[in-house]
């Protein structure tokens, strides 16, 4: 069974920073793609940050964060972490973590965390 984990919410004035981590764990044959989304009361869930880790490269970011939030990973602890800077109002939201992974091969599964609360406010 994987499981997804994140951690690090809470409340932030504007223009202040938080970090959000995310630990995958449980039987894992391989990780095809780990993401981030939010989502915001009355509102659909969006995608944040994004990498295939099939292709590598660099993450791919939502036009709303590009420029202030980075996700970063360390492989040998199969975390992945979004850090957020100059965090506006409009960042408030429940974070989720995403990752899509085979717990066996030629599987794929797409596993949720429970999410994160994230508060900007004055």
């Known amino acids: 069974q994987v499981q997804v984990v994140e951690s690090g919410g809470g409340s932030v004035q504007p223009g202040g920073s938080l970090t959000l981590s995310c630990a995958v764990s449980g039987t894992i044959f391989s990780t095809y793609a780990m993401s981030w989304y939010r989502q915001a009361p009355g509102r659909q869930r969006e995608l944040v940050a994004g990498?295939?880790?099939?292709?590598?490269?660099?993450?791919t970011y939502g036009a709303s964060v590009k420029g202030r939030f980075t996700m970063s990973r360390d492989d040998a602890k199969n975390t992945i972490y979004l850090q957020m800077n100059s965090l506006k109002s409009e960042d408030t939201a429940v974070y989720y973590c995403?990752?899509?992974?085979?717990?066996?091969?030629?599987?794929?599964?797409?596993?949720w965390g429970q999410g994160t609360q994230v508060t900007v406010s004055s």
């Open positions: 995403n990752a899509v992974v085979a717990g066996r091969p030629g599987t794929q599964d797409d596993v």
């Open positions: 990498i295939d880790l099939q292709i590598g490269g660099q993450p």
